[in-house]
């Protein structure tokens, strides 16, 4: 008998937490994801650019053709990356949308499918959170994919009743599980009907689980003909039936392949290339058919019940242990360490969010005509601008609420913002608490708190601090989960305090750098006052910065209120990353153009040169011309030089402080008293 073709399915689930600063609405530098400034960057490289851009080379080795992969595959992006994406990789992030277009002109349907908006474990999650992560996640992907979406991709494909009943209540018809969390599922793969205990349906499509395990752990994407051989092979479910004398089902077959999105570039170099190739070879199969989900819901309605495990996901064996309890699951088993701190971290964060929602109810209800209701709502307008979201909110409160009040609605919703982020599933799913994913969520908390007014911050951070006390890192010096809020997630700077040095210093030292400006931030100055206004919120900060500045590379901003004294000193390394970036780079600019010879720059700008290099050299010259000239002029030139270089985060050249040393001794008395702030400048201390 002639085996029916099949329908093959692949399934990227692509994915970043939320990085970041819930202060400053920007992801600063992170370390550990170098030589990139950080993950997003750095994935962005290594794998999103590339999904849309894969390389399909010919047999002499040149590119043959360039493929938007997702164009192919079915595929969902967290709403937070895509928030990411469309402002710091706009041409990736629109590759995205176009290939959700090319794939309904193909199909009549999309590849793209839904996420909840936050990275959720959604069956820890109370119903109401569900709700909304739910609806907000439909409402980003309207707004970008300008379509209802048909399906929904869970969060660690994590399950039960109720998270299936909010999707069906929510006009979702499909959802993608993991073979062990589904019981009964029909043969071939065809998508499966659960109903839920309160009489909704929803469609549950299987995935394949050895071949996507293959795929994302295994050899396959090292061997491609491998791979399109076990796409076509006969040792499928329905063919081995057959063999053991069974009926041979006469549905056509689905094979369902379902990974981490970053499987494809990041966790494996590459894999693009591979899945490219593997796509090319499906496209002149007659017995292969790439398809997507919903294209074969269209063609396929299912008829078989089916069971599930509740609660499950892909990645725990133990249900959904992995973010609450020390279970086992862990990055590296082959490492002695303990995961006891997920259990306090949890209850301290549900304790903190129990406290925030009853105060955003209790305050809600005077000033929102229906504060619930109202937060639902948020997620069409929460990854816009300041207009739109200013509009929504004027939309949603009261009649006769003033500005001072609208403001404090804003903040509210604000408030229940972080208050869901603070559950993103990265803080728990790694080995430790004082790694960069627990860190991020307690400062979504730590923000949650503050915006919750003075009256209930000191009495909200207590209580958390209390539950975070039994949390312990595996790393001895981090110590408790107390510790490491107060260490290393509380800002010991206060934030607005960093904003406004770092706002004014931008403006009047780097004003014509348009990257310079915050992202959430407007400053306006007047009379030596700088108001600044919370994108978000609407919340206006008046506050007095002076900046000194004693040479290029050394600049303190007092900052305080205006007519107060300063609450803070601040320096360079003060200031947010962005604007001390914008600051360096224009100061640099400033000396190396005052310093630095016009041939020199010349050969630096065409490669000739290396500025570094170049800056060094000119400071040991200007140095050596002190030993016939210590007037001011002459000293300038040595500050600023050795200012250049401090820019660039090089220290004194070794021949430029022992040039200085043999004409410090040589000089008189007077002349070397004249020395003496180039002797500081350039490492010596006061004593000859």
């Not at 299912?302 to 609660?311: F, M, N, S, Y």
Request: with cysteine; net charge negative.
């Amino acid at each position: 008998m002639t085996t029916p073709f099949r329908s093959v399915v692949i399934h990227g689930h692509f994915y970043q937490p939320p990085r970041e600063d819930p202060w400053l609405e920007e992801v600063e530098r992170e370390p550990s994801a170098a030589p990139f400034h950080d993950w997003n960057e750095r994935i962005e490289q290594e794998c999103y650019r590339s999904v849309v851009a894969a390389r399909l080379h010919a047999p002499d080795g040149r590119i043959a053709r360039i493929m938007n992969t997702l164009e192919w595959i079915s595929f969902d992006y967290g709403p937070t990356l895509l928030e990411w994406l469309e402002r710091e990789a706009p041409a990736t992030y629109a590759s995205v949308l176009a290939a959700d277009r090319a794939s309904i002109a193909r199909h009549g349907h999309g590849n793209a499918i839904a996420m909840p908006y936050h990275h959720v474990i959604l069956p820890l999650a109370p119903r109401r959170d569900k709700v909304t992560e739910v609806r907000w996640g439909i409402a980003d992907f309207r707004r970008r994919f300008r379509r209802e979406p048909i399906g929904m991709w869970l969060p660690e494909t994590a399950v039960d009743d109720e998270t299936l009943d909010v999707l069906a209540a929510e006009g979702i018809r499909f959802t993608v599980l993991a073979p062990h969390q589904v019981r009964d599922a029909p043969p071939s793969g065809l998508p499966g009907r659960y109903r839920t205990g309160s009489g909704r349906e929803i469609a549950v499509f299987v995935y394949d689980g050895a071949l996507s395990h293959d795929v994302a752990f295994g050899p396959l994407l090292e061997d491609s003909r491998r791979w399109l051989a076990r796409l076509g092979g006969a040792e499928r479910q329905g063919e081995v039936a057959s063999e053991m004398g069974e009926p041979r089902t006469a549905h056509p077959r689905v094979v369902t392949i379902a990974t981490d999105g970053e499987t494809f570039g990041h966790h494996h170099r590459f894999g693009e290339m591979a899945l490219a190739w593997l796509l090319a070879q499906l496209e002149r199969r007659a017995d292969l058919r790439v398809d997507n989900f919903a294209t074969l819901l269209a063609r396929h309605a299912p008829t078989q019940d089916v069971t599930i495990v509740a609660p499950s996901s892909w990645s725990c064996p133990h249900g959904v242990e992995r973010w609450r309890s020390d279970c086992g699951c862990r990055i590296a088993p082959q490492r002695s360490t303990q995961q006891r701190w997920r259990t306090p971290l949890r209850a301290g964060l549900e304790w903190l969010a129990a406290e925030l929602h009853a105060l955003f109810e209790s305050e809600g209800r005077a000033l929102f005509t229906a504060p619930w209701e109202a937060r639902d709502a948020y997620g069409a307008v929460v990854a816009g601008d300041a207009g739109s979201i200013a509009r929504f909110a004027a939309g949603r409160v009261r009649p006769g609420t003033d500005a001072r009040e609208s403001v404090r609605a804003r903040e509210l919703l604000e408030l229940e913002r972080n208050a869901l982020r603070m559950f993103t599933s990265c803080g728990w799913f790694f080995d430790d608490l004082a790694g960069i994913e627990p860190l991020q969520v307690l400062r979504y908390a730590a923000r949650a708190i503050e915006l919750a007014g003075e009256g209930d911050a000191a009495r909200l951070e207590a209580g958390l601090l209390d539950r975070l006390e039994p949390a312990h890192s595996n790393d001895a010096t981090a110590g408790n989960g107390r510790r490491i809020y107060l260490e290393r997630v509380k800002p010991q700077i206060v934030p607005i305090l960093r904003i406004a040095a770092g706002s004014v210093a931008a403006a009047r030292l780097a004003p014509d750098d348009p990257s310079a400006a915050s992202p959430c931030y407007a400053l306006r100055e007047t009379a030596g006052r700088a108001q600044l206004t919370h994108c978000r919120t609407g919340r206006e900060y008046a506050l007095r910065v002076a900046l000194a500045q004693s040479s290029a590379a050394r600049i303190a901003l007092e900052v305080g209120p205006p007519d107060g004294p300063p609450a803070a000193t601040l320096g360079f390394d003060d200031l947010p990353e962005r604007q001390q970036r914008a600051v360096r780079v224009a100061l640099r600019q400033e000396l190396i153009e005052r310093r630095i010879a016009p041939a020199l720059r010349i050969a630096v700008v065409s490669g000739g040169a290396d500025l570094p290099r170049v800056a060094g050299q000119a400071l040991v010259e200007a140095v050596s011309r002190l030993g016939q000239d210590q007037s001011p002029a002459a000293l300038a030139a040595v500050n600023d030089l050795a200012d250049l270089l401090e820019l660039f985060g090089l220290t004194v050249p070794f021949d430029a402080q022992t040039t200085f040393s043999r004409i410090r001794s040589a000089v008189s008395p007077n002349a070397a008293a004249q020395l003496a702030p180039a002797a500081e400048r350039l490492g010596f201390t006061e004593d000859r």
